[in-house]
């Protein structure tokens, strides 16, 4: 099944700052975007790892940096992190919002989505731990926090999905839509956690269309239940 454009893999919002200051060099401007992503990546490789607390020092040696080197292009350890939270976020909502526009219908939208959000932690095995704020949230304060708004918002997402998916008589109109829209997340969360616990040899997309099954039956022919969706 096709999925949605992620477009350029580089991270969001990682221009170079140079308003209000002398322009560098030509090579420094392409050299400091460029930079900010070996960094993030450099972050997300030790979160991969597990089970070493992710510090500047750590990233510095990973990069053969100082940690000065590192301060020149981010405040500190909480703003990588929150770097690397918005291209999270950037790649679980905007392919929602992408395929919205599509003309397709509810329900191949939710296809394709699932598919491809099992790709991309599959592409991004470090942002998994980040997805499950499993292991991050005493590396930085409000990622914690962060990730929890992430989850909210993109459950919302999918709750529209479903809902415009009953208003076209694909979906069944008893149907809990905040159930519905919590088992959808929380197969891709088990089987990010899976990927995790594989030590990243079990990846999401493997029986993804199992998985996806298993959801489409649970929606299409579930038996009416009375519970006070949002």
Not at 51 to 69: F, H, I, N, Q
Not at 135 to 159: D, P, W
Request: glycine share 8%.
């Amino acid at each position: 099944m096709e999925t949605p454009t992620e477009g350029e893999q580089s991270l969001p919002g990682l221009e170079p700052e140079t308003e209000g200051k002398e322009s560098p060099p030509r090579a420094d401007r392409r050299r400091r975007p460029e930079r900010k992503i070996e960094i993030l990546q450099a972050v997300s490789s030790l979160m991969e790892e597990g089970g070493r607390k992710v510090t500047t020092a750590a990233v510095a040696e990973r990069l053969g940096l100082s940690e000065a080197a590192l301060y020149r292009h981010f405040r500190g350890k909480e703003a990588m992190f929150q770097a690397l939270g918005e291209y999270l976020e950037s790649h679980l909502l905007h392919p929602v919002n992408q395929m919205m526009d599509s003309g397709e219908s509810a329900l191949t939208q939710l296809a394709r989505l699932f598919d491809y959000h099992l790709r991309f932690f599959d592409e991004h095995p470090g942002l998994c731990r980040l997805f499950l704020v499993e292991g991050v949230s005493g590396e930085a304060a409000s990622i914690g926090v962060r990730m929890v708004a992430l989850h909210r918002k993109y459950t919302s997402q999918v709750k529209q999905l479903l809902r415009r998916g009953q208003a076209e008589g694909e979906i069944p109109p008893h149907l809990p839509v905040e159930s519905a829209a919590l088992l959808f997340v929380g197969l891709i969360q088990a089987r990010t956690l899976q990927y995790i616990v594989s030590g990243f040899q079990d990846h999401p997309p493997r029986h993804g269309s199992e998985w996806w099954n298993f959801f489409l039956r649970a929606i299409l022919f579930s038996e009416t239940v009375h519970a006070n969706d949002d």
